[in-house]
């Protein structure tokens, strides 16, 4: 079993967005890596005060590539829990046969699978702007309040903004439309996957995850999907992201396969 896991952020949130998550995993005794996309690894503020102009033409296969190598370059294969586009992430990682077991929370439009009508509601602020292709956007506050995070009190949401949004390539986004890198559905040597959708989700429909869930059951390796009633695109943050966090590891550790290193030794021994 690995005592590895990875944390995969999504967009206009870095790294720091897995503070909860880290601390009580690395308080199981697990250790936690939680990697910034590439010219995202500064804090909120800085990030907002003066993004990198590479940024702002950053795509999803660099990003994928550069998760790839972090990944690659630990001890043990890890557990992979993504969040919103990290959720895609963690599907096209385990489709390269990465991760002993991998959870997508909230996963953003994936390869192969239609759009939800939240999604396509969500994205219009980067669609019709068509020149977002090459800008570094910024999440405004009203759609921080109303759509990303509505679940959130209202008289702390400016706070968590400050805290925790940063900008986004909007490239991204236009990638999740058009996207050369394919998942193949039907991978016999994918590592067990968990799907959790959630109910009020205004940013990726829990019907998209459901469909989602679908494509991914036709790989033989154990596919689930889990819906939490209430909850958010800020689920991982939100009063109650505990019983997320718990739920996802546990899933983990329960059907993970046996790490790849460990099947070789044992296949030498024999």
Request: proline fraction near 7%; charged fraction near 25%.
């Amino acid at each position: 079993m690995s005592n590895t896991i990875v944390l995969i952020h999504g967009a206009w949130l870095n790294s720091r967005s897995w503070e909860g998550f880290k601390a009580r995993y690395e308080a199981l005794g697990y250790t936690v890596v939680t990697p910034d996309w590439p010219y995202d690894d500064r804090s909120p503020e800085q990030l907002r005060a003066a993004p990198r102009k590479e940024l702002a033409t950053l795509g999803q296969r660099e990003i994928l590539d550069h998760l790839e190598t972090v990944i690659r370059a630990l001890p043990e294969e890890p557990i992979l829990i993504g969040h919103s586009l990290g959720g895609v992430f963690i599907q096209h990682l385990l489709d390269r046969g990465m991760g002993v077991a991998g959870v997508a929370i909230d996963p953003a439009p994936t390869p192969g699978v239609p759009l939800g009508w939240h999604a396509i509601w969500s994205a219009l602020p980067i669609f019709i702007d068509p020149l977002s292709w090459r800008k570094a956007k910024v999440m405004s506050r009203g759609y921080f309040k109303n759509r990303f995070a509505q679940t959130a009190p209202r008289d702390r949401a400016d706070a968590l903004y400050d805290r925790y949004i940063v900008p986004t390539p909007g490239r991204v986004y236009w990638n999740g439309v058009v996207n050369s890198i394919k998942i193949d559905w039907k991978n016999p040597n994918r590592a067990p996957l968990l799907l959790i959708g959630g109910e009020v989700d205004l940013i990726a429909d829990a019907a998209m995850t459901r469909a989602i869930f679908r494509k991914q059951s036709q790989a033989p390796s154990t596919t689930e999907y889990k819906e939490f009633t209430g909850r958010s695109h800020w689920t991982g943050i939100d009063a109650g992201w505990e019983q997320v966090a718990d739920y996802a590891l546990n899933w983990a550790v329960r059907h993970a396969r046996a790490p790849k290193i460990v099947q070789i030794r044992e296949a030498k021994a024999a």
